[in-house]
């Protein structure tokens, strides 16, 4: 049976910086177009104007999707704001 390992992300901490994705794809040699490691923006929201004023009613964060195959994973010491774990 194989060993399946898993991650603890903190979407608040992600800055969306793909550190972590570079890490994993130089560790493992990846060719171009493969990535074991993906992290997304996700972003809306609206902008409500009040007079001369413009009032943000927007959002974003980060998702970091990981394959869970690494004993020793390059992405979770590569993560400069910890954000994985």
């Not at 994705?21 to 990535?35: E, F, S």
């Not at 007079?51 to 009613?57: E, I, K």
Request: charged share 15%.
């Amino acid at each position: 049976m194989t060993t399946q390992f898993a991650f603890y992300f903190d979407s608040r901490a992600c800055s969306g910086c793909k550190t972590c994705q570079v890490a994993c794809k130089d560790r493992h040699n990846l060719p171009t177009g493969v990535l074991w490691r993906r992290v997304y923006e996700v972003s809306g929201g609206s902008w409500t104007q009040m007079g001369s004023a413009w009032l943000p009613g927007v959002f974003a964060y980060h998702l970091s999707l990981s394959c869970n195959h690494c004993e020793n994973p390059a992405c979770l010491q590569g993560c400069p704001s910890r954000a994985i774990s």
